[in-house]
T-cell receptor, first 115, second 108 residues
Framework: ETGVTQSPTHLIKTRGQQVTLRCSSQSGHNTVSWYQQALGQGPQFIFQ???????GRGNFPPRFSGLQFPNYSSELNVNALELDDSALYLC??????????????FGPGTRLLVL | DAKTTQPTSMDCAEGRAANLPCNHS???????VYWYRQIHSQGPQYIIHGLKNNETNEMASLIITEDRKSSTLILPHATLRDTAVYYC?????????FGDGTTLTVKP
C-alpha cells in the first residue's frame, strides 16, 4: 500500500456532464500528479500540482482542471464529458516535484465510464 | 523525457529469473530510469529506479548499461503473482512518460 487514496473507485456519467475526482496524497508528500489511462494503454500525464499551484501540464484540453488544497490533497475536474474520457484516472504523489530522483507513488485509481 | 522501447510480451517459468529489457537510447545525463508494474488495472506499483549504477532492492535488481542506453529489470525468482504489465520510464522532471509496457506472464 502506498498511502495514496482516491475516491470514488468507480463512476458512471453521461456525455456532457461534469465530474470531480479526489486524491489524498501520501503523508508528507506535497506534490500530486494526475494521469489518464485508457484501456490497453500506458498512463498519460494530465498535470501536476505543487503547493497548490499547477506545475506542469500534458496535452489535455482546458476542460481538464485541478485543485490542490493546503493539506496537499487534490481534485481533478473534467467538464463537458466526452465518450473518450472513459478511462482509469490515476493520482500519484511525491515528496517534491522537479527532482528526477523523487519517486512517484500511485493510488488505486478511479474508473470513469462515460455513456 | 526520453522515449523507451520494450517488448510487448514475455513469458517466464515460475521460480526462474525474469529479465525484462528496455531501450532508452536517447536518454540524457540527468534522466533516471524507473520501473513500475501494474496488475489488473490497479495503480502502478513502484519497483526500482537508478541513474547510472546498478541497483537492488527487495523486489528486483536494475542493471543499467555503461552508456545508459538500455537497462534490464531482473526479478530473481518469479512467482505467479509477478504476472503484470511492466513499465520502463526515463524521467528528468516531475512527470512520468509511460509507453505501453511489457506484459510478463509467469507460468507454472
Amino acid at each position: 500500500e502506498t498511502g495514496v487514496t482516491q475516491s470514488p473507485t468507480h463512476l458512471i456519467k453521461t456525455r456532457g456532464q461534469q465530474v470531480t475526482l479526489r486524491c489524498s496524497s501520501q503523508s508528507g508528500h506535497n506534490t500530486v500528479s494526475w494521469y489518464q489511462q485508457a484501456l490497453g494503454q500506458g498512463p498519460q500525464f494530465i498535470f501536476q500540482y505543487y503547493r497548490e499551484e499547477e506545475n506542469g501540464r500534458g496535452n489535455f484540453p482546458p476542460r481538464f482542471s485541478g485543485l490542490q488544497f493546503p493539506n496537499y490533497s487534490s481534485e481533478l475536474n473534467v467538464n463537458a464529458l466526452e465518450l473518450d474520457d472513459s478511462a482509469l484516472y490515476l493520482c500519484a504523489s511525491s515528496l517534491e516535484p522537479a527532482g528526477a530522483g523523487e519517486t512517484q507513488y500511485f493510488g488505486p485509481g478511479t474508473r470513469l465510464l462515460v455513456l | 523525457d526520453a522515449k523507451t522501447t520494450q517488448p510487448t510480451s514475455m513469458d517466464c517459468a515460475e521460480g526462474r529469473a525474469a529479465n525484462l529489457p528496455c531501450n532508452h537510447s536517447t536518454i540524457s545525463g540527468n534522466e533516471y530510469v524507473y520501473w513500475y508494474r501494474q496488475i489488473h488495472s490497479q495503480g502502478p506499483q513502484y519497483i526500482i529506479h537508478g541513474l547510472k549504477n546498478n541497483e537492488t532492492n527487495e523486489m528486483a535488481s536494475l542493471i543499467i548499461t555503461e552508456d545508459r542506453k538500455s537497462s534490464t529489470l531482473i526479478l530473481p525468482h518469479a512467482t505467479l503473482r509477478d504476472t503484470a504489465v511492466y513499465y520502463c520510464i526515463v524521467r528528468s522532471s516531475g512527470k512520468s512518460t509511460f509507453g505501453d509496457g511489457t506484459t510478463l506472464t509467469v507460468k507454472p
